[in-house]
């Protein structure tokens, strides 16, 4: 009888070996990061309440390391091959990404998210941060072709599609009717915490 047990415990402490395994794995894995878009309703200290676009009231808590990045309007032509952007594509009709907005990223921020990635600005939406290889200019705006670290993608960016870019901020934009972005991860409590704020200038709301 003792040899049955000793064979039978073997593969049982194996499974629960694993289970614990991935357990720990799990626990050990980053939280996973969500953005929140919407307006400031109010800041008191280091903790910022949002209505967000959906309509859901959010608090948000900076982390002492927080950043914050003013969002400006430009023009498309601003856009030059060289620059580093980020575009929000939609597939077109014909198939051709449709950006429904274009960041344009200060030299600094050059590399910044590389690739290409679903995004969740609307469904089937995308999100490539990449280099401008060429420029076409036709009466319906421009066609990029941006080229990133393993691929490249064409982007139509017509004439009424938003172009921002970033300029140094600071926290004291952050109050009461802002209209922000914040890179958000939960925290083991459950609550949100950012440490890094996009804050649209003279009323923009980030595109992104």
Known sequence: MPPYRSTLARPLFAVA???????????????????????IESVVGDTIEVKSRSGEDVKLHMTGDARVAGIVTIALSDIKVGS???????????????????????????????????????????????????????????TLLVKYKGGEKKVMVSPDTP????????????????????????????SLETNRISVGRDGLTPPM
């Not at 070996?17 to 307006?39: D, E, H, K, N």
């Not at 600094?108 to 200019?137: I, K, L, Q, Y």
């Not at 952050?174 to 890179?183: E, N, Q, S, T, Y």
Request: glycine share 10%; no cysteine; hydrophobic share 35%.
């Open 17 to 39: 070996m694993v289970a614990a395994s991935t357990l720990y794995a799990i626990a050990q894995q980053p939280p996973v990061s969500s953005r929140v878009r919407g307006t």
């Open 163 to 190: 172009v921002v870019t970033y300029v140094p901020g600071d926290k004291s934009e952050l109050k009461a009717g802002a209209k922000i972005i914040a890179f958000t991860k939960k925290s083991p409590d459950g």
């Open 84 to 142: 580093f952007i980020g575009a929000t594509t939609v597939p077109g009709s014909d198939g051709t990404p449709k950006a429904v907005e274009v960041h344009v990223f200060p030299e600094e921020m050059r590399g910044t998210g590389e690739g290409s990635r679903p995004w969740d600005t609307r469904p089937n939406s995308s999100m490539t941060n990449a280099t401008v290889a060429e420029s076409v200019v036709s009466n319906d705006g421009h």
